[in-house]
């Protein structure tokens, strides 16, 4: 049985419906950061849907030294705590290093570790010390069940609370493919499980100096997704993505999340209403 794991009035886990992490990739601006987090509340709020907004105030892996990352720690913390007091939403970013987490968990309703970072046994450790529930992304290099390890490091601080993200794992070069059963094996652990669809069509490095991607696929890959029991679904959005700072190619226009989430949301609870001794 999958445990539950409360962020506010929110509900990952168990048969509860699917919760999205949604919002730009980075942080460019507080303006652009508060329409897209008050556009999202209120379409999720028409669907039922639970929310957790997601930006980054500091993105440390991008390609190149002159990708843009974002606004720094203290200005996009500031941001991030507007965007909870405005909203009332639940935010989540990135720690990239030690020297973040305290001042991230003061702000952060979880706190997320990226996929590269994701066997980094003190920042793990040092996450996990906080107390806050904390989404671990599972590394692209890793098989499901070595998530195990990362899943042991933050329980050995006595924390529990641990989602689990799937985001495509390396094929060849500068590609990326979801194996589905990654997200069985991994809700199996007893973990609630997320799918970050968005970053699973990544093209890494694909675009030279930066990362290209095939938003095209997103919507197929979350309704996959949804069919074998997810908890959390993960997408970058932007009000027009082509001109994104970050992860333009793979992130969602804002004007097509509500059709495609609904679609989502109707597939998830055809499984959660019909898992009862029903081998998925």
Known sequence: ?????????????????LVLIAGPCA?????MTLR?????????GELGCGLIFKASYDKA???SVSSYRGPGIEEGLRILEKVKAQFALPVISDVHDVSQVAAAADVLDILQIPAFLSRQTDLLVAAGKTGKPINLKKGQFLA???????????????????????RGASFG????VTDMRSLVIMREMGDPVIFDA?????LPGGAGGASSGQRQYVGA?????AATGIDGLFWEVHENPDQALCDGPNSLPLGQVKAMLQQVLAIDAIFKQDVSGVDH
Request: proline share 3%.
């Open 173 to 176: 070069y500068n590609n990326l």
């Open 1 to 17: 049985m999958v445990k539950k794991i409360s962020v506010g009035s929110t509900c990952f886990g168990g048969q509860q419906p």
């Open 221 to 225: 890959l979350s309704r996959a997704a």
């Open 61 to 63: 892996n991008r390609t």
């Open 27 to 31: 942080i460019e601006d507080e303006g």
């Open 36 to 44: 897209i987090a008050e556009r999202l509340k209120v379409l999720t």
């Open 144 to 166: 499901p069940w070595d998530v195990e390890h990362g899943i042991n490091k933050i329980a050995s601080t006595g924390n529990d609370q641990v989602l689990l993200t799937e």
């Open 198 to 202: 968005t970053h699973s069509v990544q």
